[in-house]
Nanobody, 115 residues
Framework: QVQLVESGGGLVQAGGSLRLSCAASATMFSIYTMGWYRQAPGKERELVASISSGGTTNYADSVNGRFTISRDNAKKTMYLQMNSLKPEDTAVYYC?????????WGQGTQVTVSS
């Protein structure tokens, strides 16, 4: 089974930055459209950014212009650079496929933005 391991979260003040990493064990990682999701307590998990195998990116309106998704296929790793963080960005962040059936969810990484 594919394992997804998220890291890089933490506590940051509003306006600050964090860089999240997602390490995947998928043999064919390079062909998948991947995405970053987030979930706050009592809220639905939402897709905030995705990146295709060819590098095409999409962002939710709530993060567009502030977050940048990228991937390193050789390292089977995906990143989310988060700038100008806002308290409403506070959530557990997960990575997974953004198209087709997903892998099993990892533990996620907590991002907390203080005001």
């Amino acid at each position: 089974q594919v394992q997804l391991v998220e890291s890089g979260g933490g506590l940051v003040q509003a306006g600050g930055s964090l860089r999240l990493s997602c390490a995947a064990s998928a043999t064919m990682f390079s062909i998948y459209t991947m995405g970053w999701y987030r979930q706050a307590p009592g809220k639905e998990r939402e897709l905030v950014a995705s990146i295709s195998s060819g590098g095409t990116t999409n962002y939710a309106d709530s993060v567009n212009g502030r977050f940048t998704i990228s991937r390193d296929n050789a390292k089977k790793t995906m990143y989310l650079q988060m700038n100008s963080l806002k308290p409403e960005d506070t959530a557990v962040y997960y990575c997974n496929k953004a198209r087709g059936g997903g892998f099993a969810w990892g533990q996620g990484t907590q991002v907390t933005v203080s005001s």
